[in-house]
Each structure stands twice: as C-alpha cells, then as structure tokens.
C-alpha cells in the first residue's frame, strides 16, 4: 500500500483527491491537513465522504507527514516552496497540484506569482506531471509538478500538431472556457451564483499565469519559441473545461484524424473521438479523461481542435492520482475507472 498524505485538503482539489484516493485499492490516507479545520472529522466539512474518509484534519506539520511514501499538496501558491525541501530530504515524495514547481525559470514564477521563489535550486529537478508526455520521467522522480487544468487541456489537443511540425507554431490560439471551481473554494463576489450564473465572460485577456505554463511546455515539443493567444473564459456551471483551439496547417494532405488517433492510441485517458465528433464537457464530467475531437472547416488550411476535460479531475485531482500511480509502479489506470456522470 502506499501511505499518502495531503496537505491543504479543504479545497476542491483537496476534497476531489480524497473522493479519489479513499476508493484507491492501493492507497491508505494516512494524514489530512487543515490549519483551519484542525480537528475537524472530514467527513463533518464534506458529507459525501461519510463512511469512506474516518480521518479529521490535523496542522500541517512534516513530522506528522515523514512516515507517508507521497504527500500531495492541494494548497493556494506559494505554500508548497516553503515546506517541500524538508519533506525532500525526509525521503516523502511530493506531487504538488499548485503552480510552485511548473515553471522553470524562477524569475518567470516571480512575474506571474507576485513572490520570489523559495527553494529555486529545487526547480530543475521538479518533473511535469503530464504522463502523455514526461511519464519515462515521472517513474524515478522525487517531486512532481502537477499540471494545471487550461495547460492540460490546450497542451493535449496541441501536441500531435506540433510533435510532427504541421503547423504555424507562432500564430497559434486557445479560446478557453471555465467552470467556476477553476477559481478554488473561496469566497469571491465574482463566483456567486448571483453574479456568474445566466452570464459568460473572458478574464485575463491581458495576460493569464497559465499561459507561460503552456508556453513553456509546447516550446519543449518545437525548441523554439511559439506564438500563443490564450483568452480563459468563466462560464456557469460548476466543473468543466472547453478548449478550442485554432492553428494554420503549413503542410498539405495531411489526414488529421489519423495523426491523433496514432498519437493518442495507447494513452489510457485520452479519447480521439469519431470524425466531425463534438465533445461536450458533461462526457468527462467526473472522469480522468480529456476528449478530443479535429476539425478542419471546409477543407481550408485552419484546424481546430475541441478539448474538453473535468478541471477537477484530469486537469487536477485525478491526473494527479494518475501521475502517484505511475511514480509507485502501479497500473496507471488504478482507482481512476469512474464513468463520468451524466447528467
């Protein structure tokens, strides 16, 4: 069994890692961490984990989490940098499912994040956790930087495209939209269902922190730099990600479906649908699955792809349950067969 332990376990990647983790055959919680709710039973915060989770929240401290083989953190950024190396050198690996290890350069992490790094030397050795790609990496690595869930989705529907240089790499754009728990468990005026609901809009069309995430990642693909428009978008409803992606073919007769059915055949949570298919977020609802459909409108030279995933689960929580059983050894797809939930 694996002995885990998460950190920040009030929030909904928190919760959702709980949700996941307590149905896992080869995973014991052992710890659960809340300075907030410090000696509250979780299942009294979250009822649906009644008779699954018997643990209460405890403070976060490294002696009482040293005994776990993986600790996740599911806490704002900022707060795994600073408690990371002890843990480290305590032998615990790390899945971190904030932003505090996805950027390499950490002057890039201090314009996006507003705060200097805390342990910049440890940034070089962090993994990204995109199985797709890194999971040779993933195997052997002490920290995992889990992915974020715009990154997830744009960088799946991005990659095939890309790996075989079929297309303009400077003049590609995600339009990308939103449930409102992408926002976290807060209270914020923007997210009540007074102000979001019967509503739809952009926001950091200026610039969004995910953007150097997936910039950083698709350049690795193409060594070179890339051109991305990113605009996110929140829309009303509560989980869910629809990324639609537009790029210019720069070579000719190319059979699209194919290439992404080739590039995603033995993935296990990625779905090439049918041609001139149409994923909706509700078909991931729940799943640790990105759905992925190709477009190419009326034979012209523009592509686009339609990306759709749970934010919660494969754009967070069950991607990075995905990630704990590939570092253990484990069947990648153990305790991740949910059906999505429909309706």
Known sequence: MVRVGIVGGTGYTGVELLRLLAAHPEAELVAITSRSEAGVPVAELFPNLRGHV???????????????????????????????????????????????FRLRDPAVWEKWYGVPHACPDILAEAVYGLPEVNRVAIREARLVANPGCYPTAVQLGFLPLLEQGLVDESRLIADSKSGASGAGRKAVVGSLLAEAGESFKAYGVAGHRHQPEIRQGLERVVDKAIGLTFVPHLVPMSRGIHATLYSELTAADVDLQVLFEDRYRDEPFVDVMPAGAMPETRSVRGANVCRLAVHQPLGGRTVVVLSVIDNLVKGASGQAVQNMNIMFGLDETTGLGAIALIP
């Open 54 to 100: 018997d643990l209460a929240f405890t403070a976060p401290d490294p002696d009482a989490l040293q005994d776990c083989d993986v600790v996740f953190f599911a806490t704002p950024n900022g707060i795994a940098m600073e408690m990371v190396p002890e843990l480290l050198s305590r032998g615990v690996r790390i899945i971190d499912l904030a932003a505090d």
